[in-house]
């Protein structure tokens, strides 16, 4: 046994099908790969490489630093960073070809002080709020910023965008007002005298949800890696989960009816039983509330998480079946015996695809194939 802890496997041939299945879905517009929180948990660096080379020419990531990342591994597409400007890093994002973030009034001077110190502004896109109220401008300061923008020729605008807060849900009444207003803060924009290169505003459940909201840059993340971004879309896009979450058997033992397994005994075994133990545990990401109604796949069939999931390992109740130490249980994703969603365990947790997957990590190896 090399590793007897945590391994997500990582199938690069169901990622390059998912993004083929994504663009065949929506037609010819490009796609910008959210790959921010290390590509949700699948690593930054072998995902985005892997997508460059399948002809994506734009990523997205949250901060600087993911962004430096892609850079030194050689990525040379558009990379926009999600986060807050840091304003004494705008000449470091000029020279890394970086795209920022305008999100509010207050980063304007920041920007206005590069072009004076350094005689170039970054690149940077407008993130307007139209109803997550999180960052972005808020529209009554559109008119403010269109204008100072085409005052400054040196401000180099290239791109528009929002974010949908409800996207991923069965009722889009709230979805369709924030995409309203972005068409008419889009619409002033041109008006103004801008010209936008960038539109964006979908993700992964408007992908799914809202065909209108596309313009001409399609923001997924979670879609790409294989997973729902709710239970409330319409799955009419064929994607195969990209994480193979697995962990290997160490410690096999007989116990009697009775015995009381993990802590606080919450499990009591109910017969004479089988009790495997696996080199995972909550600090690798393992959901640990799973264990309630939990449970892994070996050779085909289920088998229950016995007891609480303790920080580095769990166990596992496997009744009258005795495997051996050194196989290989399924957490979560699909082998040729097994298949189990993560979009199963997030409703069964009551979480979300989106938690599980940038939850793994911890000592958790990682195998990149195909
Ligand atoms: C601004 C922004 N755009 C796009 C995405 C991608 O969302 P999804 O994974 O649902 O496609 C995210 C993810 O949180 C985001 O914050």
Known sequence: MNNPGPKAVIHLNRLRENIQNIQTHIGDIPLCCVVKARAYGHGAGPIAKTLEKEGIRFFAVFSFDEALELRSIGIQSDIIIFSKIIPSRLFDAVENDFILNLSSMDDIPAFVQCIKEKGVSPRFHIKFDTGMTRLGLDAQDADKLFKVITENAKLRCEGIYSHFSTADEGELSYAHYQLNLFNSLVESGINAGIHFKYIHCSNSGAVLNLPDSRFNLVRVGMLMYGALPSD????????????????????????????????????????????????????????????????????????????RVCMDSFMIDFKKETPLIGDEVLFFGMTKDNHIPVETIAKSIESTTYVLLTAIGGRTEYIYIN
């Open 232 to 307: 409330e879309v319409p799955q009419n896009i064929p994607i195969k989960p990209v994480m193979n979450y697995e962990g290997t058997i160490v410690n096999v033992r007989r116990v009697p009816k009775g015995t009381s397994i993990s802590y606080g005994g919450v499990y009591k075994t109910m017969n004479d039983t089988t009790i495997a133990v696996v080199q995972t545990g909550f600090a690798d990401g393992f959901p640990r509330p799973w264990y309630e109604n939990g449970f892994v796949g070996y050779k085909g069939k289920e088998y229950k998480i016995a007891g």
